[in-house]
């Protein structure tokens, strides 16, 4: 049984990139993905997730982050999933990103009863695509080191999942996370459309802030770039994460603020060796 | 007066990405282009041209190739225009990668009733907007250290337009262009409603292979690389690149044949390094 199509394979930096579709049951719906397989090597590659951020496909990061290169150099498998699940209809769903709906999925499991029967992303990610990839490239990844990053709305998504999931991911970084979305009001938006308007212990299940505050397990390192001259920069919370994780002496916050880039992947391209030099590092520990 | 307005702007690698419009004289339209100005340095940056295949923009090279990190590193001052006029209606003029039309415009001069008021992409790059960018940005480059490089159509104008200009760029690379269309059957459709379907001469003045093939000036270094995987392969003609080449003494060919790639921008960021340290040698000899 094949779980998996191939749409497309281009070669790159000696490994491949490739573009797979496959029907996704937790969202109810076909979902495509990219992945890149660096070139053969004697040990098997540590996997690394990118979430992407509103409005973004499984393309926006493959396509211009420059990121293969260096996961190429550091014998590391990416994964870039979509951000919301595709091809269905929900009435009224919006497909921009102030959301809620397509491209703006903000990797939490809906509860409500318009969307909770495709709006899976918590799910998605971090058990059904994460036990198909296990599966598929078994013979390509240590299925024991994955570690998770994103950019954006997938800032958020990779710390939620970091913290959530408890050492599924043995390492998080982010790019401009929405670090506090209950304090943003187009995230919260989405928020309440997803789970509900009462609900508001829902609402910080999925909150970076109240999960770091809060967080009680093991120490970790989260490496954190913001550009100063973002042009979400009041939205994202950059300073509410600083002080969330200055509360908690279990988090070790590595905040970079870079001068004069903004949300774009022209800073992401600019930084991302750094990201991916980090995660590599914390994969082989 | 203001020649070009600013569209956007952003940091990358110390420098910045910009998009301008300006009101082109010699296609009748408003264009777009996008340039990359590395960071200040005691030393005038040097210009290196990328020239884009059919069907993109002034966005795709920019976003996909990697190039800015090299340009950054090599003070290198990158533009990167559109493919063809825009914004205009000129009767079934088809907007595909088979053209005539919009994404099409083979950096040639069009002699057509048709096409000729619009179709001049030659003079548009070699003149107006060279013109323009010395003008523009005269504090900032070098004005007497152009090169040019581009990929598929895009570098069948690099080869063309810099062995018809004569010593106006001083090196030349290409990311498999079309080297020969007179010999491949869609390039050949818009050359006919270009320049004509009778003028046969014409034609050949916009061929590489023929221009290589009977270039009598400075000997000159061409680096061209080849995905062995490339979805055109058959209608690209490296062989015939490789003949006419080998046929003149005053070019020296670098033909690069690589293995397993195809004709997307996954091969082009493999290579791009090269690619740029190149023009750089050649900039700073």
Redesign the interface.
């Known amino acids: 049984m094949t779980n998996i199509s191939l749409l497309s394979k ?5 490994g491949e ?1 490739r573009r797979y579709s496959h029907k996704s049951t937790s969202l109810s719906c076909d979902m495509k993905f990219h992945v890149y397989v660096p070139s053969k090597s004697s040990t098997p590659s540590s996997v690394l997730w990118f979430l992407s951020g509103l409005t973004c496909t499984d393309e926006n990061f493959i ?2 982050s ?1 990121a ?2 260096y996961a190429s150099q550091n014998n590391i498998f990416l994964v870039c999933p979509d951000t919301s699940p595709r091809g269905i209809t929900i009435e009224n769903a919006e497909d921009k990103w102030q959301g809620p709906g397509f491209g703006a999925g903000y990797y939490l499991n809906s509860t409500t009863d318009k969307y909770k029967a495709h709006f899976q992303m918590f799910t998605y990610i971090t058990k059904e695509l994460f036990e198909l990839i296990n599966k598929e490239f078994t013979d390509t990844i240590n299925i024991n080191k994955h570690s998770i990053f994103g950019h954006s709305m997938g800032g958020l998504g990779a710390i939620s999942l970091f913290i959530k999931t408890n050492g599924q991911y043995k390492s998080v970084s982010a790019f401009s996370p929405i670090s506090n979305p209950v304090n943003c009001d187009w995230s919260l938006h989405s928020f309440k459309e997803y789970l509900g308007t009462e609900n508001k212990e829902a609402w910080l299940q999925y909150d970076p802030c109240h999960l770091l505050k809060n967080y009680d397990g093991k120490p970790f390192d989260l490496l954190v770039d913001q ?1 100063s ?1 973002d042009e979400f920069f009041n939205d994202l919370k950059f300073d509410n994460l600083e002080l969330a994780c200055k509360e908690n002496s279990k988090i070790n916050l590595i905040a970079r603020l870079q001068d ?3 949300h ?4 992401i ?2 930084f991302i060796k750094d990201h991916i030099e980090y995660h590599s590092k914390h994969l082989n520990k």
């Open positions: 281009s070669k790159s930096f000696n990139v396509q211009k420059g293969i290169q550009g001259a004069g880039y903004n774009g992947y022209f800073y391209s600019t």
